[in-house]
């Protein structure tokens, strides 16, 4: 049994919460930590967790966990990170790792400085979905990949105000590839090992944003694979839109195609639906349960993270790659 404690307790927290909870037969988490002690009060009654701090250095302190889930905003992770470091506590930090490479290249020097294990909790490659379909290509159902095409499309950037969970996107000066095209980069990098090159086009829809709210990326592997990822929080949602996403990918001997509630299909023209049926519990094919299990489990056995601190840098530096190719109109290498 591994005690732990969650610093943060807004919107991305109560969804981790309600896995930690799930997860009573490895984890008890015996307190948490908010600058807002109002909030971290109610989000505690609410969870059952017996303590509450204002300050992540005390609570740290006072407690000793096994471990610490870092569930804030990006510019705060590598302070609360060295907390931890300090203290020889592992982490498990969200994403986005931090605003910058350079700032993501500090948190892991720093991490690996210390001796202490960190991953970044980036959970959309542990999508069932995803986890399927990997499983499919290494088995070489389709053969050699060749081509993908993979469309995001959300409403939220249209609401009045935008983005009502977290209304402090509308301020982010790096929106759409900083905060959720993010995810697609790692999950490339899962599903097909890692590109050599990179183009990006970046737009804003909306005025009254900072940042980026549509963009597209094409991908570029040594085995000639190409994959491009459209994406917009200014469209309308997909069927269900549990997955945030349509999927396509092309190989030698057939294709996959994943809608956007999560079904599975296969076949050029008249598809045929995959045996595979998406988990209805928990977020987003229960993928955060998937992602925090898979820390646990490390922490315990000592087997590497996937998304550890030290390999996660190359997702970082694809979305840097991204802003550069899309302010220079040129192609990057990775």
């Not at 997860?23 to 303590?51: K, M, N, S, W, Y």
């Not at 990006?74 to 700032?103: M, S």
């Not at 996107?169 to 599903?191: G, M, S």
């Not at 995959?274 to 299990?293: H, I, M, V, W």
Request: glycine fraction near 6%; aromatic fraction near 10%; include cysteine.
């Amino acid at each position: 049994m591994l005690r732990g404690v969650v610093i943060g307790a807004g919107y991305f927290s109560r969804i981790q919460m309600a896995d930690w909870l799930r997860l009573r037969d490895l984890t008890e988490i015996t307190a948490v930590c908010d600058a807002d002690p109002v909030r971290a009060q109610a989000f505690a009654q609410e969870f059952g967790i017996a303590r509450t701090y204002s300050g992540a250095a005390q609570m740290l302190d006072a407690e000793h966990p096994d471990f610490v889930d870092i569930v804030t905003r990006p510019d705060t992770h590598l302070p609360l990170c060295q907390l931890a470091f300090a203290r020889k506590i592992p982490v498990l930090c969200q994403k986005p790792f931090a605003p910058t490479l350079a700032e993501a290249q500090q948190i892991v020097d720093a991490a690996e400085a210390a001796q202490v294990r960190i991953m970044v909790n980036e959970n959309w490659r542990w999508q069932a979905w995803y986890r399927e379909l990997k499983r499919r290509i290494d088995a070489g159902e389709i053969g050699a990949v060749q081509n993908v095409v993979w469309a995001h499309s959300n409403n939220d950037g249209l609401l009045d105000p935008p983005y009502p969970n977290q209304p402090y996107f509308a301020q982010y000066p790096r929106l759409l590839i900083y905060e959720t095209l993010v995810h697609f980069l790692d999950t490339a990098t899962y599903l097909f090992g890692r590109p050599e090159h990179l183009r990006a086009f970046t737009k804003r829809v909306n005025p009254r944003i900072a940042g980026e709210d549509s963009a597209q990326i094409r991908l570029f592997w040594p085995s000639g694979l190409r994959c491009w990822i459209t994406a917009t929080r200014c469209g309308e949602v997909f069927e269900n839109n549990v997955a945030m996403a349509r999927l396509r990918i092309d190989g030698e001997r057939g294709s996959f195609s994943m809608l956007g509630d999560g079904s599975l299909w296969q076949g050029n023209g008249n598809l045929t639906r995959l045996p595979f049926e998406p988990p209805t519990a928990g977020y987003k094919g229960d993928s955060a349960l998937a992602t925090q299990r898979h820390f646990l489990t490390c922490l315990l056995s000592g087997q590497p993270f996937e998304t550890n601190g030290r390999d996660y840098l190359f997702t970082v530096s694809m979305v840097e790659a991204s802003y550069e190719s899309a302010a220079t109109r040129a192609t990057v290498a990775l």
